[in-house]
Nanobody, 117 residues
Framework: QVQLAESGGGWVQPGGSLRLSCAAS???????MGWYRQAPGKQRELVAT???????NYADSVKGRFTASRDITKNTVLLQMNSLKPEDTAVYYC????????????WGQGTQVTVSS
């Protein structure tokens, strides 16, 4: 199976920045790659996704602060997070969806992002 490896998580003060990286273990065609997050006691929610054509979709809570980008050739996706807030604290998961049928969702193991003073 495809494995997704995330990196870049850590602790940062409010207003700071972090960049998350995700790389697929194998070459594959993904209709979508992106990021989800889950805070303690909360359900997992979409953060940002990037489709094959490069079009992006962001959660309202991160628009203007986060930027997702994708390198289709390398099967990688980045998440640049600026102006971080304590509310952004969560485990961030990389996600990829295969183009072939049946569609398959792949998930990374998650990387912790903590925003606090």
């Amino acid at each position: 199976q495809v494995q997704l490896a995330e990196s870049g998580g850590g602790w940062v003060q409010p207003g700071g920045s972090l960049r998350l990286s995700c790389a697929a273990s194998q070459m594959a065609t993904f209709v979508s790659m992106g990021w989800y997050r889950q805070a303690p006691g909360k359900q997992r929610e979409l953060v940002a996704t990037v489709a094959m054509a490069g079009n992006t979709n962001y959660a309202d809570s991160v628009k203007g602060r986060f930027t997702a980008s994708r390198d289709i050739t390398k099967n990688t996706v980045l998440l640049q997070m600026n102006s971080l807030k304590p509310e952004d604290t969560a485990v961030y998961y990389c996600n990829a969806v295969t183009a072939n049928w049946p569609r398959q969702n792949y998930w990374g193991q998650g990387t912790q992002v903590t925003v606090s003073s």
